[in-house]
Protein backbone atom coordinates (compact mmCIF):
# COMPACT_ATOMS: atom_id res chain seq x y z
CA UNK A 1 0.00 0.00 0.00
CA UNK A 2 2.85 2.54 0.90
CA UNK A 3 4.41 1.64 -2.43
CA UNK A 4 1.72 2.42 -4.12
CA UNK A 5 0.57 5.23 -2.32
CA UNK A 6 4.07 6.45 -3.05
CA UNK A 7 4.14 6.61 -6.57
CA UNK A 8 0.99 7.91 -6.25
CA UNK A 9 2.61 11.19 -5.09
CA UNK A 10 5.28 10.39 -7.16
CA UNK A 11 2.83 10.58 -10.16
CA UNK A 12 1.19 14.24 -8.61
CA UNK A 13 4.49 15.77 -7.94
CA UNK A 14 6.03 15.42 -11.46
CA UNK A 15 2.38 15.83 -12.91
CA UNK A 16 2.69 19.23 -10.90
CA UNK A 17 6.57 19.98 -11.82
CA UNK A 18 5.72 19.73 -15.59
CA UNK A 19 2.42 21.82 -15.34
CA UNK A 20 4.28 24.62 -13.81
CA UNK A 21 7.06 24.85 -15.93
CA UNK A 22 4.86 24.58 -19.01
CA UNK A 23 2.08 26.87 -18.02
CA UNK A 24 4.53 29.74 -16.46
CA UNK A 25 6.90 29.52 -19.96
CA UNK A 26 6.72 32.75 -21.91
CA UNK A 27 5.53 32.37 -25.93
CA UNK A 28 7.20 35.15 -27.26
CA UNK A 29 10.84 36.32 -27.10
CA UNK A 30 11.71 39.43 -24.33
CA UNK A 31 12.74 41.41 -27.31
CA UNK A 32 9.21 41.34 -28.84
CA UNK A 33 7.47 42.85 -25.97
CA UNK A 34 7.83 45.65 -27.39
CA UNK A 35 6.75 46.95 -30.64
CA UNK A 36 5.13 49.71 -32.67
CA UNK A 37 2.24 48.73 -35.47
CA UNK A 38 0.90 50.51 -37.85
CA UNK A 39 -3.22 51.09 -38.52
CA UNK A 40 -4.91 52.77 -41.61
CA UNK A 41 -2.78 53.70 -43.73
CA UNK A 42 -4.61 56.12 -45.63
CA UNK A 43 -5.00 58.26 -42.35
CA UNK A 44 -3.40 61.57 -42.20
CA UNK A 45 -1.87 63.61 -39.83
CA UNK A 46 -3.51 67.08 -38.88
CA UNK A 47 -1.28 69.88 -37.41
CA UNK A 48 -3.22 72.07 -34.85
CA UNK A 49 -2.61 73.73 -31.75
CA UNK A 50 -4.63 71.86 -28.99
CA UNK A 51 -4.67 68.18 -28.58
CA UNK A 52 -6.02 65.10 -25.92
CA UNK A 53 -5.24 62.59 -24.72
CA UNK A 54 -7.28 59.96 -22.26
CA UNK A 55 -5.85 56.69 -19.74
CA UNK A 56 -7.81 53.81 -19.74
CA UNK A 57 -7.43 50.35 -17.77
CA UNK A 58 -10.06 48.95 -20.38
CA UNK A 59 -9.81 45.65 -17.77
CA UNK A 60 -10.12 43.40 -21.09
CA UNK A 61 -13.01 44.28 -21.52
CA UNK A 62 -14.91 42.26 -19.03
CA UNK A 63 -17.16 45.00 -17.12
CA UNK A 64 -17.44 43.64 -13.84
CA UNK A 65 -16.46 40.73 -13.79
CA UNK A 66 -12.44 41.62 -14.10
CA UNK A 67 -10.76 39.19 -12.12
CA UNK A 68 -13.79 37.09 -10.78
CA UNK A 69 -14.11 33.83 -11.49
CA UNK A 70 -16.69 33.15 -14.14
CA UNK A 71 -17.59 31.15 -16.88
CA UNK A 72 -16.70 33.72 -19.66
CA UNK A 73 -19.27 35.06 -22.02
CA UNK A 74 -18.15 35.41 -25.32
CA UNK A 75 -20.93 38.22 -25.95
CA UNK A 76 -19.85 40.04 -23.22
CA UNK A 77 -16.83 41.09 -24.72
CA UNK A 78 -18.09 41.68 -28.36
CA UNK A 79 -20.84 44.02 -26.77
CA UNK A 80 -17.79 45.48 -24.66
CA UNK A 81 -15.92 45.89 -27.52
CA UNK A 82 -18.85 47.25 -29.96
CA UNK A 83 -19.52 49.71 -26.96
CA UNK A 84 -15.17 50.56 -26.23
CA UNK A 85 -15.47 50.85 -30.07
CA UNK A 86 -18.39 54.11 -30.02
CA UNK A 87 -16.90 55.74 -26.87
CA UNK A 88 -13.29 56.00 -28.50
CA UNK A 89 -14.74 56.98 -31.83
CA UNK A 90 -16.74 60.01 -30.20
CA UNK A 91 -14.00 60.91 -28.01
CA UNK A 92 -11.79 61.65 -30.74
CA UNK A 93 -8.58 61.30 -28.63
CA UNK A 94 -4.95 62.37 -30.18
CA UNK A 95 -3.42 59.86 -27.86
CA UNK A 96 -4.94 56.53 -25.66
CA UNK A 97 -2.88 55.13 -23.25
CA UNK A 98 -4.44 51.83 -22.32
CA UNK A 99 -3.85 49.41 -19.56
CA UNK A 100 -4.88 45.69 -19.40
CA UNK A 101 -5.54 45.42 -22.94
CA UNK A 102 -5.59 41.64 -24.80
CA UNK A 103 -3.34 40.96 -27.49
CA UNK A 104 -4.20 37.41 -27.59
CA UNK A 105 -5.79 35.84 -24.50
CA UNK A 106 -8.24 32.64 -24.18
CA UNK A 107 -10.02 35.02 -21.28
CA UNK A 108 -11.45 37.28 -24.24
CA UNK A 109 -11.67 34.75 -26.71
CA UNK A 110 -7.96 35.98 -28.72
CA UNK A 111 -9.17 39.20 -30.02
CA UNK A 112 -6.39 41.39 -30.58
CA UNK A 113 -8.37 44.01 -28.47
CA UNK A 114 -5.53 47.39 -29.43
CA UNK A 115 -5.72 46.35 -32.86
CA UNK A 116 -9.70 46.28 -33.41
CA UNK A 117 -10.10 49.55 -31.50
CA UNK A 118 -7.05 51.15 -33.85
CA UNK A 119 -8.70 50.55 -37.02
CA UNK A 120 -12.34 50.89 -35.99
CA UNK A 121 -11.18 54.65 -34.17
CA UNK A 122 -9.05 55.25 -36.90
CA UNK A 123 -5.63 55.34 -35.15
CA UNK A 124 -2.69 55.43 -37.23
CA UNK A 125 -0.14 53.93 -34.95
CA UNK A 126 -0.06 52.24 -31.82
CA UNK A 127 2.97 50.69 -29.12
CA UNK A 128 2.44 47.76 -27.61
CA UNK A 129 4.17 46.51 -24.40
CA UNK A 130 3.67 43.46 -23.05
CA UNK A 131 3.29 42.16 -19.49
CA UNK A 132 1.86 38.98 -19.62
CA UNK A 133 2.84 36.50 -21.51
CA UNK A 134 2.20 32.81 -20.39
CA UNK A 135 0.82 29.33 -21.58
CA UNK A 136 -1.71 28.61 -18.93
CA UNK A 137 -2.39 31.10 -16.29
CA UNK A 138 -4.52 29.13 -13.14
CA UNK A 139 -6.26 31.92 -12.18
CA UNK A 140 -9.02 33.51 -10.41
CA UNK A 141 -10.62 30.00 -9.73
CA UNK A 142 -8.74 26.35 -9.41
CA UNK A 143 -12.17 25.32 -11.60
CA UNK A 144 -10.61 24.88 -15.12
CA UNK A 145 -13.31 26.53 -16.98
CA UNK A 146 -13.06 29.76 -14.90
CA UNK A 147 -9.38 30.36 -15.51
CA UNK A 148 -7.51 32.66 -17.49
CA UNK A 149 -5.62 29.64 -19.65
CA UNK A 150 -3.36 31.12 -22.56
CA UNK A 151 -2.40 35.18 -21.80
CA UNK A 152 -0.87 37.35 -24.02
CA UNK A 153 -1.95 40.70 -22.34
CA UNK A 154 -0.23 44.05 -21.35
CA UNK A 155 -0.71 47.64 -22.11
CA UNK A 156 -0.40 50.04 -25.38
CA UNK A 157 -0.83 53.41 -26.75
CA UNK A 158 -2.42 54.57 -29.37
CA UNK A 159 -1.45 57.69 -31.46
CA UNK A 160 -2.88 59.55 -34.87
CA UNK A 161 0.80 60.75 -34.53
CA UNK A 162 3.72 59.17 -35.66
CA UNK A 163 5.28 57.07 -32.77
CA UNK A 164 9.39 57.24 -33.17
CA UNK A 165 10.05 54.50 -30.19
CA UNK A 166 8.84 52.25 -27.62
CA UNK A 167 10.59 50.99 -24.44
CA UNK A 168 9.56 49.24 -21.44
CA UNK A 169 10.75 49.55 -17.63
CA UNK A 170 9.77 46.24 -16.25
CA UNK A 171 9.01 46.94 -11.93
CA UNK A 172 9.97 44.71 -9.08
CA UNK A 173 7.77 42.00 -8.17
CA UNK A 174 6.89 41.83 -5.11
CA UNK A 175 9.19 40.05 -2.85
CA UNK A 176 5.96 38.35 -0.23
CA UNK A 177 4.18 36.64 -3.08
CA UNK A 178 5.52 32.49 -2.93
CA UNK A 179 8.14 32.01 -5.73
CA UNK A 180 5.28 30.11 -7.65
CA UNK A 181 2.55 32.94 -7.72
CA UNK A 182 5.01 35.43 -9.15
CA UNK A 183 6.00 33.14 -11.84
CA UNK A 184 2.30 33.35 -13.07
CA UNK A 185 2.33 37.22 -12.02
CA UNK A 186 2.13 40.10 -14.80
CA UNK A 187 4.67 41.97 -14.87
CA UNK A 188 4.12 45.72 -13.50
CA UNK A 189 5.69 48.48 -16.49
CA UNK A 190 6.15 51.59 -17.41
CA UNK A 191 5.96 51.60 -21.29
CA UNK A 192 8.16 54.92 -22.99
CA UNK A 193 6.90 56.13 -25.87
CA UNK A 194 8.15 58.54 -28.21
CA UNK A 195 5.40 60.72 -30.04
CA UNK A 196 5.83 63.22 -33.01
CA UNK A 197 3.15 66.02 -32.28
CA UNK A 198 3.24 68.32 -34.67
CA UNK A 199 7.11 67.52 -35.26
CA UNK A 200 7.53 67.92 -31.82
CA UNK A 201 8.78 64.84 -29.90
CA UNK A 202 6.52 64.23 -26.91
CA UNK A 203 7.02 61.60 -24.45
CA UNK A 204 4.51 59.24 -23.22
CA UNK A 205 4.80 57.46 -19.78
CA UNK A 206 1.72 54.58 -19.35
CA UNK A 207 2.11 52.81 -16.15
CA UNK A 208 0.17 50.09 -14.43
CA UNK A 209 1.45 50.22 -10.95
CA UNK A 210 0.91 47.36 -8.00
CA UNK A 211 -2.50 46.42 -7.16
CA UNK A 212 -2.13 44.62 -4.23
CA UNK A 213 0.93 45.02 -1.93
CA UNK A 214 1.64 48.72 -0.89
CA UNK A 215 5.01 48.77 -0.03
CA UNK A 216 6.14 47.54 -3.87
CA UNK A 217 3.33 50.09 -5.60
CA UNK A 218 5.40 52.62 -3.01
CA UNK A 219 8.58 51.63 -4.81
CA UNK A 220 7.03 51.78 -7.88
CA UNK A 221 6.08 55.30 -7.59
CA UNK A 222 9.80 55.97 -6.93
CA UNK A 223 10.78 54.27 -10.35
CA UNK A 224 8.36 55.64 -12.16
CA UNK A 225 9.43 59.60 -10.89
CA UNK A 226 12.92 58.87 -11.28
CA UNK A 227 11.96 57.79 -15.05
CA UNK A 228 9.98 61.06 -15.29
CA UNK A 229 12.62 63.19 -13.94
CA UNK A 230 14.95 61.56 -16.50
CA UNK A 231 12.84 62.87 -19.32
CA UNK A 232 11.49 65.83 -18.36
CA UNK A 233 13.95 68.64 -18.45
CA UNK A 234 14.08 68.05 -22.63
CA UNK A 235 11.01 66.49 -23.45
CA UNK A 236 7.17 67.49 -22.90
CA UNK A 237 5.96 64.56 -20.99
CA UNK A 238 2.99 62.97 -20.30
CA UNK A 239 2.34 60.74 -17.34
CA UNK A 240 -0.78 58.43 -17.40
CA UNK A 241 -1.74 54.93 -16.46
CA UNK A 242 -3.88 53.27 -13.09
CA UNK A 243 -1.78 53.80 -10.39
CA UNK A 244 -3.68 51.80 -7.95
CA UNK A 245 -3.84 54.38 -4.95
CA UNK A 246 -5.57 57.66 -4.51
CA UNK A 247 -4.91 61.39 -4.09
CA UNK A 248 -2.60 62.03 -0.89
CA UNK A 249 -5.23 64.77 -0.11
CA UNK A 250 -8.13 62.51 0.75
CA UNK A 251 -9.08 60.27 3.76
CA UNK A 252 -9.48 56.68 2.51
CA UNK A 253 -9.40 53.95 5.62
CA UNK A 254 -8.04 51.07 2.31
CA UNK A 255 -5.13 53.25 1.53
CA UNK A 256 -4.34 54.52 4.97
CA UNK A 257 -0.52 55.36 5.32
CA UNK A 258 -0.07 54.33 1.37
CA UNK A 259 2.41 57.04 0.26
CA UNK A 260 2.09 56.12 -3.06
CA UNK A 261 0.97 59.49 -4.92
CA UNK A 262 2.52 61.89 -2.50
CA UNK A 263 5.88 62.17 -5.01
CA UNK A 264 3.96 62.77 -7.83
CA UNK A 265 1.83 65.60 -5.77
CA UNK A 266 4.95 67.36 -4.30
CA UNK A 267 6.88 66.84 -7.32
CA UNK A 268 7.02 70.60 -8.30
CA UNK A 269 7.20 70.53 -11.87
CA UNK A 270 4.45 68.14 -12.45
CA UNK A 271 0.80 69.25 -12.93
CA UNK A 272 -2.14 66.64 -12.95
CA UNK A 273 -5.30 66.52 -15.70
CA UNK A 274 -7.64 67.06 -12.66
CA UNK A 275 -6.15 69.33 -9.88
CA UNK A 276 -7.45 69.02 -6.19
CA UNK A 277 -9.45 72.21 -6.42
CA UNK A 278 -11.50 70.57 -9.23
CA UNK A 279 -11.55 67.20 -7.54
CA UNK A 280 -12.57 68.75 -4.50
CA UNK A 281 -15.57 70.59 -5.54
CA UNK A 282 -17.24 66.94 -7.06
CA UNK A 283 -15.01 64.07 -5.31
CA UNK A 284 -17.39 61.44 -6.69
CA UNK A 285 -17.97 62.27 -10.10
CA UNK A 286 -14.07 62.23 -10.31
CA UNK A 287 -13.36 58.62 -8.96
CA UNK A 288 -12.54 56.64 -11.58
CA UNK A 289 -13.25 52.96 -9.95
CA UNK A 290 -15.42 51.20 -9.57
CA UNK A 291 -16.92 51.93 -12.77
CA UNK A 292 -20.35 50.95 -11.54
CA UNK A 293 -19.92 52.18 -8.09
CA UNK A 294 -17.37 54.41 -8.13
CA UNK A 295 -15.77 54.95 -4.78
CA UNK A 296 -11.96 55.86 -5.52
CA UNK A 297 -9.57 57.58 -7.50
CA UNK A 298 -7.01 55.58 -8.80
CA UNK A 299 -6.14 56.59 -12.53
CA UNK A 300 -4.11 59.89 -13.51
CA UNK A 301 -2.48 61.70 -16.25
CA UNK A 302 0.03 64.14 -15.27
CA UNK A 303 2.45 66.19 -17.42
CA UNK A 304 5.31 68.63 -16.85
CA UNK A 305 3.85 72.27 -16.78
CA UNK A 306 7.09 74.03 -17.90
CA UNK A 307 6.41 72.34 -21.47
CA UNK A 308 2.41 71.47 -21.21
CA UNK A 309 -0.03 73.94 -20.90
CA UNK A 310 -3.82 72.34 -19.39
CA UNK A 311 -6.90 73.21 -21.14
CA UNK A 312 -9.37 70.88 -19.51
CA UNK A 313 -9.44 67.35 -17.27
CA UNK A 314 -12.38 65.45 -16.68
CA UNK A 315 -13.34 61.83 -15.74
CA UNK A 316 -15.18 59.80 -18.65
CA UNK A 317 -18.35 58.80 -16.90
CA UNK A 318 -20.10 58.15 -19.87
CA UNK A 319 -17.70 55.02 -20.45
CA UNK A 320 -20.15 53.19 -17.62
CA UNK A 321 -19.07 49.78 -16.85
CA UNK A 322 -17.13 48.38 -20.83
CA UNK A 323 -14.35 47.97 -17.71
CA UNK A 324 -14.33 48.15 -13.88
CA UNK A 325 -12.26 51.33 -14.64
CA UNK A 326 -13.53 54.45 -16.04
CA UNK A 327 -11.32 56.63 -18.43
CA UNK A 328 -9.55 60.07 -17.71
CA UNK A 329 -9.43 62.72 -20.54
CA UNK A 330 -7.11 65.64 -21.12
CA UNK A 331 -7.06 68.53 -22.91
CA UNK A 332 -3.65 70.47 -23.50
CA UNK A 333 -1.45 72.69 -25.80
CA UNK A 334 2.65 72.22 -26.30
CA UNK A 335 4.53 75.60 -25.33
Known amino acids: MKKILGIIFILLFTGFVVFYIW ?36 GYLSGMTNNLPFIPDQDLFENNLTKAKTLLKILNADLIGFQEIDFNSARSFHVDQMEELAIHANYFQGARAINWDKNYVPFPSWLPSMQFGEMLSGQGVLSKYPISNNHI ?27 QLNKTPVIVINVHLEAFVQPTREKHAQTVLEIYRHYAEDYPVLLVGDFNSTPPFVNNKKYKGD ?40 DYIFYNKDKIAPVNGRVVNEANDISDHLPVWFQFTLK
Open 169 to 195: RTLVKPKSNPFYYNAFYLDRLAQIVLI
Open 259 to 298: KTMFGFFNEPSLGVAIPKEQYLINEEGNFTFTSQNPSVKI
Open 23 to 58: GSTANLAPEDYSSILSYNDSHTVVNKDTFSICTYNI
